[in-house]
């Protein structure tokens, strides 16, 4: 669920091929598809899906074996899974890609469908990103509604479309999708059609199946300014108990479902929640919980929670007033956790807040280069705690002790002989690629053991920093060494390209790193 614009940007998702649609899939290569986990869901304490940066992974649980892999069909979204769902035996995942504008001189996430399956992930169904024509007459369409004809600006484009949260909740699917709003399906039908559900305006308080002003009313994601309401972009979805709970740019809105309508009471600032932009929606220890952050100046970004049904909200004080955003929850029957953008917290009651220590692999060494923590999945009645971050897989037991799971083409590959050095990720954006404590960092990545010294050098073969800091990567017996973008003289390199040098025994070993800042 809840993924946010700065994932898209700071991730760099990949562009794999196009799929077409309706055919089997296949479970292959022996790997989660990227190390940036942006959701963890479960379909049982064996199974679980991973959305990445790239795509779709799993694993599958064979007592103490972990099997890792990436779901290879064609009924997948292109892209990275900025939202995935499950419910049941019932699996969504939307898709994302960016697409460059050139009005604006900027990329832009685009969004690239939803695939869904109703068997564990046996088999998959793909259905496109809901886009509407322009009538032939103006810009709004009509549908019907609660037995009215109510006005909706066509959304002709999946850019600034994206399906960025999934809920499911009896034989729907629902979907925000920002300038798409809240849209459904049922996933019953084999072909099945997307159905557009109006919210309140910004300025309402309620929207009542059959009861809709429809001389006022209009349904439009544009800015107040140029006429639109904030409300109708649709960023977070909860269902639970015949209700469903819808995030947008201007607060909360809660829906109880009657027949196939339903009757919306909307709810932001005024009522308490700490900023009107939600980006995530949770129950649990007793409450339901909303990630609110700012929009302006007057609102803060935090947690916000009511005891009574939404009819009023509190706010955690910790999070205002430090300001952490928070871009996840995982409540388990006795602690809730907050994936943030300084890492993951815990508490037991909800106000007193414990910042995890960074994840280090407790037989390894290896650690996690990342200060943020995009999403955390409680398995097997709260002992573990699978924790996914921009820099791969890490699982904490309730005694501390860490397992992380990271992926790369291996180095052992017959391919290059007897030996391969590679250099992960390659281009290194500094700025956004494994931050940890205000720096960036890449991985050398050899299948010899330590004793291995690394020399860099610019463009113009001037030597910029020597690596000896060798240690176990703990995949296929090979080593890494860590670099920080830094020179000798601790200042950050410039951008450009640059030739890694890595000798032992007289012999050397030649790989090219692009560096942008």
Known sequence: MKYILLILVSFGFSFPPSFNLDRQNEIANESLPDNGIIDIEAISDTLIYFGTSSGLGRVDIDGEELIFSTVMSNAMPEGGNPALAIEGNVIAASGVTTYYSAATDSNEPKGTGVAYSVDSGDTWKFIEQPIVENPEDGLFHQIEWGGQTIQVLAVTTAVNNVSYDLAIGGYYIYSTSWAGGLQRFDYRNEEPEWEIIPLPMDDQSQLICGDIDIDVYELNPKDPGDGGNHNHKGFSVFYEDNTLWVGTANGLNKGVIVDDCINWTHYNTAEGLSGNWVIGIKSGLSRFWAISWATVSTESTGLSYSFDNGVSWQFVNFFTDTGIKAYNLEISEDRIYASTIEGLYVSVDGEHWELIPNFIDSTTGEMILD??????HVLNGGDEVWVGAGDGLAIRESNGFVDIHRFWESTVNPQYGDFNFSVYPNPFYAKDHNVLDG????????????????????????HVVRLNNSHSAGLNGESEMIWDGRNSR???????????????SGQDYWTKLVVVN
């Open 490 to 504: 601790g200042s950050v390199v410039a951008n450009g390209v640059y030739f890694c040098k890595l000798t032992a």
């Open 371 to 376: 200060d943020a923590v995009y999403t955390a």
């Open 439 to 462: 720096s960036g960092h890449v991985r050398f990545i050899y299948n010899f053991e330590s004793g291995w010294v690394i020399n860099i050098y610019d463009f113009s073969m001037d």
